[in-house]
């Protein structure tokens, strides 16, 4: 079903594609703009196939430069543009929703540059966040974020939607790592801040504003990163927990036990571990608890870090907290462990399909949402499950069906925001707005802010061309009287 028919969307008034328009393209990126309804299929839809856009033309530009040239044409052409990475956004802001000419970063993956005293790598936007990670790790260094995409996201997607993910509880979020950013505005004209610096407080933090804008302020070309170290040893334990209430005192004895070796504490429920073994067939290291917990630590001397985690483990078994566990040292067995972990998203997939949530709330009430819903959905939905960066006090809560329904979508929404809002918590924790979560922004941001964003879209993209119906609400319908 097309987005715009299951949502009830209305295009706005951007230009259509003309033939003049294709060969203005051809002339500037021979054999790299793809048209054709089956060349272009892959590009509308989403990696969950949830939300369909019908573009005719995708363009894969290879250098800022190029970039350039596509925006001012467009701008200038009123044609609207759809950014887009490695396609592996989770709310619909990486496909079109009507005929969005699609601009891929894909063919924009050149490292520029890596310094090994700084540990600051520059690379253009398309590179994929696992080959950076490659990169870097023959050279002692890591990716400052890892996350289940890894294999298919880009790094420019992935500062554009300020992507979490699984090492946040450690190296922080990009609007801490991003050291600078290239980024093509509206017009066509692009704005260097690709600084490599640890410290300028030189007026406004301009680069702020592009990370997590979803593409809709400007299109990210190329970024400056700080990377850290790669640890020299990691362990990962796989824990099972008899209550919720002992997944949280796990974590807070964990943290005073593990201290600055602590890297991961991600937790999931009993639901979660069936259907990853069901659909995905990965046996399961520990059975028989309501709750999983999966620790990893990462430090620089084994010996140190494997008395400390002993120490840890000896004290949450012996107090009770934990039940029943699996340690891995080695790195296939700590990839199998987490495996577990980072395929949750993909196992769901098998149910039918999926309603999202990606929620911060205060960390003590991080379940009650679920059981709630549960309670709630009954026998209406297929699977209620929660998992998510307990560490950071992330949720994500994901409920599935067989197909796609209104009424059931009804009888979550907005009970699921009304409920975060009323622990002041966020309804997109880091998967952000894009299109299917743009009209609730008000749960968790004062309407100033939304028109302080609404102005600033203004001023950087007055005609709106930017990865329209994405991220800001749109204007509320006129009633007629
Ligand atoms: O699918 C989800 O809801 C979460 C995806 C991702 O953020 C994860 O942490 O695995
Ligand atoms: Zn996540």
Redesign the pocket.
Known sequence: VPTCERYAVRRLPFARLEDGDVAFFERLMPGRVVTGEEEVKAFNVDWLKSVRGCSQLVLKPQTTAEVSQVLRYCHEKNLAVNPQGGNTG?VGGSVPVFDEIILSTALMNKIISFDKVSGILVCQAGCVLERLNEYLEEQGFVMPLD??AKGSCHIGGNVATNAG??RLLRYGSLRGTVLGLEVVLADGSALDCLTSLRKDNTGYDLKQLFIGSEGTLGVITAVSILCPQKPKAVNVAFLGCQSFAKVLETFTTCRAMLGEILSAYEFMDEKCMELVERHLKLSRPVTGSPFYVLIETSGSNSTHDEEKLSNFLEQAMASGLVTDGTVATDDKKIKELWSLR?R??EA?THEGYVY?Y?ISLPVGKLYDLVTDMRARLGHSAKSVVGY??LGDGNL?L?ITAESYSHSLLDAIEPFVYEWTAGCSGSISA??GLGFKKKQFIQYSKPQQAVVLMQQFKAMLDPKGILNPYKTLPSAPKRSLC
């Open positions: 989770l996350l289940g993910g699984l980072e949750i998203t769901l999202k990606d998510g960066h994500h994901n880091e998967h």
